[in-house]
């Protein structure tokens, strides 16, 4: 049993979620500690983001917490000790970050069936087991 579980997930996909939330549910040990975080990814480009209004990032991050809050407390039993963490930046690097700083057991994802590009461009999913130092469950959608 982990006592400390870190679930990412897509709130642009939350339904995705419900697999890999009901295996975490199931691995948290009692009295274990549930991390659910969402990462807003950041635009990239300078030209981009100098189009937009100044507080519209700050606006997409507030809106985003709202959003995970609700599917939180929505799908996540009020026995369980849970955090939801809004992110910002690279899905995997945030993803890698936030477990690294939570100091959690294990990872558990979601991820959908690989396709080619998935291959050649490597998924979140995979670089967050290439690259976390403890254990990474992934579950297929």
């Not at 069936?113 to 998924?123: A, E, K, S």
Request: proline share 5%; net charge neutral.
């Amino acid at each position: 049993m982990a006592k400390t579980i870190l679930l990412p997930i897509d709130m642009n996909n939350a339904e995705s979620a419900m697999k890999p939330l009901s295996e975490a549910l199931t691995l948290l040990g009692d009295g274990g500690v549930l991390h659910v975080v969402s990462v807003l990814p950041s635009f990239g480009f300078a030209q981009i983001t100098a189009q937009l209004r100044k507080d519209y990032e700050k606006n997409m991050l507030v809106e985003l917490g709202r959003h995970l809050g609700a599917w939180v407390s929505q799908h996540v039993p009020k026995t369980i000790d849970v955090h939801p963490h809004v992110l910002h930046g690279t899905i995997y690097d945030e993803i890698l970050r936030a477990a690294e700083k939570l100091d959690v057991d294990l990872i558990v994802m979601g991820a959908h069936r690989p396709d080619l590009t998935d291959y050649l461009l490597g998924p979140n999913a995979a670089r967050v087991v290439r690259h976390f130092k403890k254990s990474v469950y992934v579950v297929r959608s």
